[in-house]
């Protein structure tokens, strides 16, 4: 309960501060970083999203804090740009986020206020957002699109995994698990499998994105599979926010 009340006061106060993981092409430059949320607290430390985002899922205090992340975002899109190094930033959205109504034009307030443009803001979504959905997040996404949102369907292959996502929503990116690439330098079935991905998302007109790189033989398999993009360890560990612009600035 303490946690809860400590959560309130800091999404009321955006207490929270944002870290950037770099994500980057065949060739190992950055294309664009993922933003993720942090919480850090005097009494529990720094507290993992893995943690907090349920929690805040459950006492409603999601909305307040998604708003927060879209802001930081857009701001850090805005950053790149000054810096004369555009680069997209990913922000995820939570399931309950997407079902909130109005989602469209915070993100365009957002975009605004930092004034960028949406094809600057990539939004990550997870397959547990559109089970039982449908109806509602398509048109929505449709929305989006035409907005020039940037899409992403995050976590694939983790949980339903349905074709039926893959036909009807308009995502410009699948992002393969952590838990695939895992096992993508030992594990025949899983590379062929996430070949054939690769190339049904490409005939689809969706490029991939593997999360949770941590080798160079991770690295060398995912490049012979034909992904297009690239986020982990391996490259780098999610940067506080000031060091990846930083990062940018410094390029020729
Ligand atoms: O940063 P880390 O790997 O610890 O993140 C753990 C989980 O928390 C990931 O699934 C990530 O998508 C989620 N997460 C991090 N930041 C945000 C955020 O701003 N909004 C939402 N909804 N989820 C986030
Ligand atoms: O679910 P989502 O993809 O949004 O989660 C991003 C999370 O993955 C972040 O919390 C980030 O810290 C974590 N992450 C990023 N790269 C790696 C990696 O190479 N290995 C592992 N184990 N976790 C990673
Ligand atoms: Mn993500
Ligand atoms: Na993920």
């Known amino acids: 309960v303490r946690m809860h009340n400590q959560l309130r006061l800091d999404a ?52 307040l804090m998604g708003r927060h992340a879209l802001h930081a975002a857009a701001q850090l899109a805005a950053r790149s740009l000054q810096v004369h190094q555009p680069l997209p930033v990913a922000v995820n959205l939570s399931p309950k986020q997407l079902l909130q109504r109005g989602l469209d034009r915070q993100l365009l307030l957002a975009c605004e206020r930092a004034g960028v443009a949406p094809a600057m803001l990539e939004l990550e979504l997870t397959e547990s957002a559109l089970v039982d959905n449908m109806t509602i997040i398509e048109p929505l996404l449709q929305r989006l699109r035409q907005h020039g949102f940037s899409l992403a369907l995050d976590d694939f292959g983790t949980g339903f995994s349905s074709l039926s996502y893959l036909r009807h929503l308009p995502f410009n990116k699948i992002k393969i698990d952590r838990s695939f690439v895992m096992d ?64 940018l600035s410094a390029r020729p």
């Open 12 to 63: 009321e106060r955006n207490g929270f501060t944002f870290v950037a993981q770099p994500k980057v092409d065949r060739e190992g430059h950055a294309v664009g970083a993922e933003l993720l949320m942090r919480w850090p607290t005097a009494a529990f430390g720094m507290v993992s999203p893995g943690e907090f985002i349920p929690m805040a899922e459950k006492i409603g205090l999601i909305g």
């Open 184 to 247: 993508i330098d030992h594990d025949h079935r899983a590379a062929r499998l996430l070949a054939h991905m690769v190339k049904l998302c490409g005939a689809l007109g969706m490029s991939t994105v593997a999360e949770g790189v941590e080798s160079e033989s991770q690295f060398k398999a995912l490049l012979d599979l034909g992904v297009q993009e690239f986020q982990g360890y391996y490259f780098a560990r999610p940067l506080p926010v000031d060091e990846w612009v930083a990062r």
